[in-house]
């Protein structure tokens, strides 16, 4: 029999709720149209659909066939401090959804108490026969209660739902942001990978070029020596060796500087990373697949979170236009009252209490109107972010794709020109040691051959960047054929 009432009370008061609550004010929300076109323009094949982003990205970093590079891009997911920031900012969203959706039931809460009074009675009386007196008594009292109270702020127009609805989606949101985060640190760390691995060929070539170039000014020193030969042939050959020289030293300084920074990119310190260097430029640009997919596209997590956003921002309407409708609040209480312990959860001591309130602004001067403006100014702010967030990365694929398609025949036609330099140099270079041609043709034969080789090599920089701001472009990688990358 105890506390029969007031779960009488509450149930009686869900049902009322769960009945006036049955609709949300405010608009549904509805993806908006990006006019992209129907096809990419520099791929044949490729189309849009809808967003995608929760398909599963792998390691794209895989298709360069890098161990080192495979090893540090695996550490950037539990290293990186920006990833941590971005995942703690979720768990805060989450917490906050929760938050709004422990609104939807009543509070209930338990009290107690036992208060003790005491009191003194004065009275006229006489007092062993001897005339008339005033005497005092003391009088106590007891009260003890325990018990159940109930408050419940029903959702009749839907606010609170679309508080959870806004939540829910800005949770989302942060999700996305944690994708865009891990793979913002990804790309970072390949783009410099990838440029530490051409520093480390620079050196290689300058390192050769400071042995030849040593091995031209023995030469020209010995021809000095016997008189067949200028002082300034001696210098040219000096300065030239010297440049090569300052040139290794610069691209040292730079190396170090993409080790600090991919060091800090997987949280570590700079002083605890050592990249070895390799004796060969061994990376290979993946080819792109021919007919890749669009949901590849759909998956970039930055468009996910401005889609997400601006269903947030949609729900923020409704939860202002609630503004105009009255509030009901519901409140109940249960419990036992008695001057006596040993009697406190009899059933003559129940008690209970059950009310509601109805509250309405007449009058605020236009500031719940102006809510409203302002939440569907918000919306339409963050439709414009996101179809240009939709654009952004339309262009930024076909950029790459029609980047990577001049590159690749822009590589192949420096390479062929490094070997052509190289092998003018070697002819120079035997000419000029038999003296059938001077110094300055020599000079200018070993500046074209290194000229050839850096530009070959920097090209190649350029293409693997490229296919890299495609992935990036993409939301993650790709799945390359067999026949393409083996």
């Not at 550490?75 to 938050?99: D, G, I, T």
């Not at 967030?389 to 262009?395: N, P």
């Not at 200018?444 to 000229?451: D, F, G, H, R, S």
């Amino acid at each position: 029999m105890a506390l029969r009432p007031f779960r009488a009370a509450l149930f009686a008061t869900a049902f009322a709720g769960l009945s006036l609550g049955a609709c949300a004010v405010g608009p549904d929300y509805h993806r908006p149209a990006v006019n992209t076109g129907v096809t990419f323009k520099e791929a044949d094949g490729w189309t849009l659909a809808n967003p995608s982003d929760a398909l599963e990205k792998g390691d794209w970093w895989t298709v360069f066939n890098d161990p080192v590079l495979n090893d540090l891009e695996q550490k950037v997911s539990v290293s990186n401090q920006n990833l941590a920031q971005a995942e703690a900012a979720y768990s805060n969203a989450k917490a906050l959804v929760e938050q709004n959706e422990a609104t939807l039931f009543p509070t209930v809460t338990a009290t107690g108490s036992a208060t003790q009074n005491k009191a003194s009675v004065s009275s006229l009386g006489r007092v062993s026969g001897v005339g008339g007196g005033v005497t005092s008594t003391a009088l106590t009292s007891s009260s003890y209660s325990a018990g159940l109270d109930a408050t419940w702020s029903v959702d009749v127009w839907g606010r609170i739902r679309r508080e959870i609805e806004s939540a829910k989606d800005t949770a989302k949101a942060s999700e996305a942001d944690i994708a865009n985060a891990r793979l913002s640190a990804q790309i970072a760390l390949a783009n410099d990978y990838v440029q530490l691995r051409e520093q480390d060929e620079s050196k290689r070539l300058l390192d050769l070029a400071i042995a030849a170039y040593a091995k031209t000014l023995e030469i020209t020193q010995n021809k000095y020596t016997a008189g067949v030969a200028a002082q300034s042939d001696v210098l040219t050959a000096q300065t030239t060796l010297q440049t090569a020289q300052a040139q290794a030293v610069d691209v040292v300084r730079t190396r170090a500087a993409l080790e600090h920074a991919i060091a800090v990119l997987i949280g570590q310190p700079p002083s605890a990373l050592t990249i070895a260097a390799l004796p060969a430029f061994n990376l290979v640009t993946p080819e792109i697949p021919v007919g890749m997919p669009s949901t590849l596209l759909e998956r970039r997590p930055d468009v996910a979170a401005a889609e997400r956003t601006m269903a947030a921002a949609n729900a923020q309407i409704g939860v202002n236009i609630a503004g105009y409708f009255p509030s009901l609040s519901l409140s109940g209480s249960d419990g036992f009252t008695s001057s006596a312990l040993s009697q406190l959860f009899n059933s003559a001591s129940n008690t209970w209490s059950i009310g509601a309130s109805l509250s309405q602004t007449v009058f605020d001067a236009g500031a719940t109107q102006g809510r409203v403006r302002a939440a569907r100014a918000v919306y339409n702010e963050n439709v414009a972010a996101y179809r240009q967030t939709v654009l952004t990365a339309v262009q930024q694929v076909e950029d790459a794709v029609a980047a990577e398609r001049v590159l690749k025949v822009e590589e192949q036609i420096r390479d062929q020109a490094s070997k052509e330099a190289d092998q003018a140099e070697a002819i120079v270079t035997n000419q000029y040691r038999a003296g059938t041609v001077d110094e300055t043709t020599l000079v200018v034969a070993e500046a074209t051959a290194l000229t050839a080789r850096t530009t070959a090599v920097s090209t190649t920089l350029t293409r693997l960047q490229n296919a890299i701001n495609l992935i990036s472009a993409l939301g993650g990688g790709w799945q390359p054929t067999k026949s393409k990358m083996g």
